[in-house]
């Protein structure tokens, strides 16, 4: 695993809290991230919702520099799956 999704999973780690489902962060180039009650971990597994942006767009939600539904809006950030899930994961990291 590179530095680079190390320090991301040290990161959604530090920054979730409380979500009860299953999420995938896929940063293409880099690999995936899986969030789910045990906490976020690099992994490729099956979720409920899967979340694709470039590193720099993932860097920048994860700094609070972009708001994710603005990131959504702008196609900078793509949802695959529920939804829900989605905006449960937002909440969770807010």
């Known amino acids: 695993m590179s530095d680079q999704m190390t320090q991301a999973v040290a990161a959604l780690n530090d920054r979730v809290s409380g979500f009860a489902g299953s999420a995938k962060?896929?940063?293409?180039?880099?690999?995936?991230?899986?969030?789910?009650?045990g906490g976020a971990r690099a992994g490729d597994d099956d979720t409920a919702v899967t979340l694709t942006a470039e590193a720099d767009v993932f860097e920048a939600i994860m700094?609070?520099?972009?708001?994710?539904?603005?990131?959504?809006?702008?196609?900078?950030?793509?949802?695959?799956?529920?939804?829900?899930?989605?905006?449960?994961?937002?909440?969770?990291?807010?």
């Open 25 to 37: 962060f896929v940063i293409p180039g880099q690999g995936s991230i899986v969030v789910d009650e």
């Open 63 to 94: 700094a609070g520099d972009m708001d994710p539904t603005s990131a959504f809006m702008t196609g900078k950030l793509t949802i695959d799956g529920d939804m829900g899930q989605a905006m449960a994961l937002a909440q969770a990291m807010a």
